[in-house]
């Protein structure tokens, strides 16, 4: 809105200063009693904070309902995990393949050797426990979310004291929290992020205070992450190597040796843990592509070769998609198919690109506490941290795609990041590192208050333009809810056609099923033309049949006519 006062200040602008002279008022009065109240729960009920803080998230995002309703499905990667929990569902580890696959091609999903998904079984996992549950996927994703503030917290204990670590919990709960992508949508990071908690909480505590339990605990964070995200596992192995790695030293130099240290010892304990999930995914390599080594990602790469949901990165227009031929000449750019020289140049461009996206784990005003944090890796620690965060990040990317929750196990060590620079910084200026968590606490409560309370207001719908990671259905209608909401009214099952326009993008996919096809209300199948789809037809006798063409604007949805041409072959 136009600001018309000497200041250049519009609506949202003196909103937020009147928030932020609340919040610093209360700060101001009640700090020290805040702050010793907090120190004792920390150290007192550690049970109470993980309970809390599990809940925190997952109460503010429900209180957002009225405003933002449950999240649905828009991208490619959602529907295929959203595949993997139906499948999971059914008690099984793939489904059998369908009699007419060509109907039914789409991203990130396999036909043969049998119908499922390419993903790894993680996430569907989760999403599949909401689901049987509460009755909704969505339900999975909060509790990921939760696992992951409440353990955040646990994890900060190995690292520093209980009150620093209440702190990091609650900036995990509104960093990651109601309105975070996260929370907000299928595509993961929750569940890889609660499995990084545990293996770097355990860490410290085994070189500490080594016991059974933390190796436990270390071996089922790996295990989660294994089947969550098998590609970056490696790198959170080599980061465990790493750990250990001075005191396997020792044990080598050592000529006597009973004298290797506990910790070590109790690292076959961590490793009984791993089997289950190797098990786990050897069983589902086998069931899904026949083959006990073969991944579904791997077969899938060489049944439809790169990804056609790449684009181009380094253009200054990301988004943009790419034409069949580009998405190859991609391909043989990011294969590395070239001189050393240029492999180093892409994988430099790559990696230069992606340091923009890390800000999504750090909110503006806590850039301070990143500087801070930098006298601390004296200390072989804090050093072994940086370590890993730059192992992750030089790991991924020589994959060609990138997105935020391919790092999101050390999502922890981020927020360790934070806490550890803070509390650096408040030791030498005190009001400085208050000042900081408390520009954190008020930028969550405006924007947080604009959805809840303002979320119609003129002023809410400028200001939200602004936002910074926030990823949040603002109940608008996409092309996609508007043809769902329109099937629903349509009785009986229904067999959908998909024509695509030809100047139809291809990564723009509409053709999404559930685990059992046959079974379900509603079929989206492929138009492939009069002949073909007169075979389908004939196998769906008893479903009233639409024809759907998702590239008119608005989306065109008709009843379809039997021998009509299809012009977008």
Request: glycine share 6%; net charge neutral; charged share 15%.
């Given at each position: 809105?136009?600001?018309?006062?000497?200041?250049?200040?519009?609506?949202?602008?003196?909103?937020?200063?009147?928030?932020?002279?609340?919040?610093?008022?209360?700060?101001?009065?009640?700090?020290?009693?805040?702050?010793?109240?907090?120190?004792?729960?920390?150290?007192?009920?550690?049970?109470?904070?993980?309970?809390?803080?599990?809940?925190?998230?997952?109460?503010?995002?429900?209180?957002?309902?009225?405003?933002?309703p449950v999240p649905r499905p828009e991208i490619y990667d959602e529907f295929?995990?959203?595949?993997?929990?139906?499948?999971?569902?059914?008690?099984?580890?793939?489904?059998?393949?369908?009699?007419?696959?060509?109907?039914?091609?789409?991203?990130?999903?396999?036909?043969?050797?049998?119908?499922?998904?390419?993903?790894?079984?993680?996430?569907?996992?989760?999403?599949?426990?909401?689901?049987?549950?509460?009755?909704?996927?969505?339900?999975?994703?909060?509790?990921?979310?939760?696992?992951?503030?409440?353990?955040?917290?646990?994890?900060?204990?190995?690292?520093?004291?209980?009150?620093?670590?209440?702190?990091?919990?609650?900036?995990?709960?509104?960093?990651?929290?109601?309105?975070?992508?996260?929370?907000?949508?299928?595509?993961?990071?929750?569940?890889?992020?609660?499995?990084?908690?545990?293996?770097?909480?355990?860490?410290?505590?085994?070189?500490?205070?080594?016991?059974?339990?933390?190796?436990?605990?270390?071996?089922?964070?790996?295990?989660?992450?294994?089947?969550?995200?098998?590609?970056?596992?490696?790198?959170?192995?080599?980061?465990?190597?790493?750990?250990?790695?001075?005191?396997?030293?020792?044990?080598?130099?050592?000529?006597?040796?009973?004298?290797?240290?506990?910790?070590?010892?109790?690292?076959?304990?961590?490793?009984?843990?791993?089997?289950?999930?190797?098990?786990?995914?050897?069983?589902?390599?086998?069931?899904?592509?026949?083959?006990?080594?073969?991944?579904?990602?791997?077969?899938?790469?060489?049944?439809?070769?790169?990804?056609?949901?790449?684009?181009?990165?380094?253009?200054?227009?990301?988004?943009?998609?790419?034409?069949?031929?580009?998405?190859?000449?991609?391909?043989?750019?990011?294969?590395?198919?070239?001189?050393?020289?240029?492999?180093?140049?892409?994988?430099?461009?790559?990696?230069?690109y992606r340091v923009r996206y890390y800000h999504f784990f750090f909110p503006?005003?806590?850039?301070?506490?990143?500087?801070?944090?930098?006298?601390?890796?004296?200390?072989?620690?804090?050093?072994?941290?940086?370590?890993?965060?730059?192992?992750?990040?030089?790991?991924?990317?020589?994959?060609?795609?990138?997105?935020?929750?391919?790092?999101?196990?050390?999502?922890?060590?981020?927020?360790?990041?934070?806490?550890?620079?803070?509390?650096?910084?408040?030791?030498?200026?005190?009001?400085?590192?208050?000042?900081?968590?408390?520009?954190?606490?008020?930028?969550?409560?405006?924007?947080?208050?604009?959805?809840?309370?303002?979320?119609?207001?003129?002023?809410?719908?400028?200001?939200?333009?602004?936002?910074?990671?926030?990823?949040?259905?603002?109940?608008?209608?996409?092309?996609?809810?508007?043809?769902?909401?329109?099937?629903?009214?349509?009785?009986?099952?229904?067999?959908?056609?998909?024509?695509?326009?030809?100047?139809?993008?291809?990564?723009?996919?509409?053709?999404?099923?559930?685990?059992?096809?046959d079974g379900s209300r509603i079929v989206w199948a492929r138009d492939l033309?009069?002949?073909?789809?007169?075979?389908?037809?004939?196998?769906?006798?008893?479903?009233?049949?639409?024809?759907?063409?998702?590239?008119?604007?608005?989306?065109?949805?008709?009843?379809?006519?039997?021998?009509?041409?299809?012009?977008?072959?």
């Amino acid at each position: 809105m136009p600001a018309t006062n000497f200041f250049g200040f519009g609506p949202a602008d003196l909103v937020e200063i009147a928030l932020a002279a609340l919040l610093l008022g209360m700060a101001i009065v009640w700090r020290d009693r805040v702050m010793l109240a907090a120190s004792h729960l920390a150290a007192a009920r550690p049970a109470w904070c993980m309970a809390l803080l599990a809940a925190l998230p997952v109460v503010l995002r429900l209180l957002l309902l009225p405003n933002h309703p449950v999240p649905r499905p828009e991208i490619y990667d959602e529907f295929s995990h959203l595949l993997v929990a139906d499948t999971l569902r059914h008690f099984r580890l793939a489904n059998p393949p369908h009699p007419l696959p060509q109907f039914f091609e789409t991203f990130f999903v396999l036909q043969r050797p049998t119908y499922s998904s390419i993903y790894p079984l993680g996430q569907g996992l989760m999403l599949a426990i909401g689901w049987t549950f509460f009755g909704t996927p969505w339900a999975g994703v909060l509790l990921a979310i939760a696992a992951f503030c409440a353990l955040c917290y646990w994890m900060l204990r190995g690292w520093t004291t209980p009150g620093w670590a209440l702190l990091g919990g609650v900036l995990a709960a509104i960093e990651f929290g109601p309105l975070n992508q996260w929370m907000n949508s299928y595509w993961g990071g929750g569940l890889a992020a609660a499995a990084g908690c545990l293996v770097f909480g355990a860490l410290p505590r085994l070189l500490d205070h080594p016991r059974q339990r933390d190796a436990i605990l270390l071996g089922l964070g790996l295990a989660l992450h294994l089947i969550t995200r098998p590609y970056e596992s490696t790198f959170l192995f080599l980061s465990v190597a790493l750990w250990f790695a001075p005191l396997v030293g020792r044990a080598v130099r050592s000529a006597d040796p009973f004298r290797i240290s506990p910790a070590l010892r109790h690292l076959p304990d961590a490793g009984l843990v791993l089997l289950p999930a190797l098990a786990l995914i050897l069983a589902h390599n086998k069931s899904v592509t026949g083959s006990w080594t073969t991944m579904p990602e791997m077969l899938s790469q060489y049944q439809y070769g790169v990804p056609a949901a790449l684009t181009f990165e380094p253009d200054p227009q990301p988004h943009v998609p790419l034409t069949p031929q580009q998405a190859l000449d991609y391909k043989m750019q990011l294969g590395f198919r070239g001189s050393h020289a240029e492999t180093i140049a892409s994988y430099l461009l790559r990696l230069e690109y992606r340091v923009r996206y890390y800000h999504f784990f750090f909110p503006a005003p806590l850039y301070v506490a990143l500087v801070a944090f930098l006298l601390c890796l004296r200390h072989w620690r804090y050093a072994w941290v940086a370590i890993t965060l730059g192992l992750f990040a030089l790991g991924v990317n020589f994959f060609p795609a990138f997105q935020l929750h391919y790092v999101a196990a050390v999502t922890c060590l981020f927020v360790l990041v934070q806490i550890a620079g803070l509390e650096r910084l408040h030791r030498a200026l005190p009001e400085a590192a208050l000042l900081i968590i408390f520009l954190v606490l008020a930028q969550f409560v405006f924007w947080y208050s604009l959805h809840a309370f303002f979320d119609t207001a003129d002023f809410s719908r400028v200001a939200r333009q602004y936002e910074t990671w926030n990823f949040i259905d603002h109940r608008a209608v996409t092309r996609r809810t508007a043809v769902e909401d329109a099937l629903a009214k349509v009785p009986g099952k229904v067999l959908l056609f998909v024509r695509y326009a030809p100047a139809h993008i291809f990564q723009d996919e509409w053709v999404y099923n559930r685990a059992d096809i046959d079974g379900s209300r509603i079929v989206w199948a492929r138009d492939l033309g009069v002949q073909q789809n007169e075979e389908l037809l004939r196998y769906y006798p008893d479903r009233s049949v639409w024809l759907l063409e998702p590239d008119a604007r608005p989306p065109s949805l008709t009843p379809y006519r039997q021998g009509a041409q299809n012009f977008a072959r």
